[in-house]
Nanobody
């Protein structure tokens, strides 16, 4: 059992996508949830987090363009991405940042931003 990400695709610069994450058990009501991304040749980086009480954090590179949300009752999390840029191109993953050893990483979902 692992996280499952979906919703990626190919869009032009300025476009939008909504990513979804499903957790295999109760996670987002007790742990901080996070979205990560890994671009080719680069390390995986954390882009946004949401705490069980709804506090959010965004990396400066996505602040004002991405919105993270969670539905703890459904064990799901989402990432709304607007004004996409070519540098947002990456495979996107979800996990619980302080509990990375508890649930295996999913396959991720590819986001490609290109004209």
């Amino acid at each position: 059992v692992q996280f499952e990400e979906s919703g990626g695709g190919s869009v032009q610069p300025g476009g939008s996508l909504r990513l979804s994450c499903g957790a295999p058990r109760t996670i987002f009501s007790i742990y901080i949830g996070g979205w990560y991304r890994q671009a080719p040749g680069k390390q995986r980086e954390l882009v946004a987090t949401i705490s069980p009480d709804g506090q959010v954090y965004y990396d400066d590179s996505v602040k004002g363009r991405f919105t993270i949300s969670a539905d703890p009752a459904k064990n799901t999390m989402a990432l709304e991405m607007n004004s996409l840029k070519p540098e947002d191109t990456a495979v996107y993953y979800c996990n619980a940042p302080r509990h990375l050893d508890e649930i295996p990483w999913g396959q991720g979902t590819q986001v490609t931003v290109s004209s």
